[in-house]
């Protein structure tokens, strides 16, 4: 009889796409079989143009911005994913900011992950090269197993 490995840390990236939310079926059933912490991460863009926000906005505006960010991200968190798991599993939801691919990288490496679960939207011809795919460049840099969940539209 062959053994499987057991994933005792599982990182699910999240957009809070529907693609996302597919490849979450995929997360958690792993992490609730193998009895595992599942680490929920979504990554925010940084701006670009916040210097520039920041000479145009007071810093009362922006604490107010981001502090509705902060609410829809717990939102978002509760809605798509936790509320569907308490319980169930053990898990961290997670906010980074920066570039999606080397924020998931680097979270991952510093917490020692044995699996990595995310969806990709399957962009193809000039939107691929264009926008690129995170899952490619997740796939191309971790040290960690990557579990890549197809856009579910493709299935069909």
């Given at each position: 009889?062959?053994?499987?490995?057991?994933?005792?840390?599982?990182?699910?990236?999240?957009?809070?796409?529907?693609?996302?939310?597919?490849?979450?079926?995929?997360?958690?059933?792993?992490?609730?079989?193998?009895?595992?912490?599942?680490?929920?991460?979504?990554v925010l863009p940084d701006n670009p143009h916040q210097a520039y926000v920041d000479g145009f906005i007071a810093q009362e505006d922006?604490?107010?911005?981001?502090?509705?960010?902060?609410?829809?991200?717990?939102?978002?968190?509760?809605?798509?994913?936790?509320?569907?798991?308490?319980?169930?599993?053990?898990?961290?939801?997670?906010?980074?900011?920066?570039?999606?691919d080397k924020e998931i990288v680097e979270f991952a490496e510093k917490e020692k992950v044995d699996l990595i679960v995310m969806g990709?939207?399957?962009?193809?011809?000039?939107?691929?090269?264009?926008?690129?795919?995170?899952?490619?460049?997740?796939?191309?840099?971790?040290?960690?197993?990557?579990?890549?969940?197809?856009?579910?539209?493709?299935?069909?």
């Open positions: 009889m062959v053994e499987y490995p057991k994933y005792k840390k599982l990182l699910f990236c999240t957009d809070f796409s529907e693609n996302a939310d597919y490849a979450f079926e995929f997360a958690y059933g792993v992490a609730k079989r193998d009895e595992g912490l599942l680490y929920i991460l979504h922006l604490e107010k911005i981001q502090k509705s960010i902060e609410e829809d991200l717990v939102t978002n968190y509760k809605e798509h994913y936790t509320k569907k798991i308490e319980g169930e599993i053990e898990f961290e939801t997670v906010t980074k900011s920066g570039r999606a990709t939207h399957g962009r193809t011809g000039i939107e691929h090269v264009v926008f690129g795919s995170v899952a490619e460049k997740v796939l191309q840099h971790s040290l960690f197993p990557v579990f890549i969940i197809p856009d579910r539209k493709k299935l069909e």
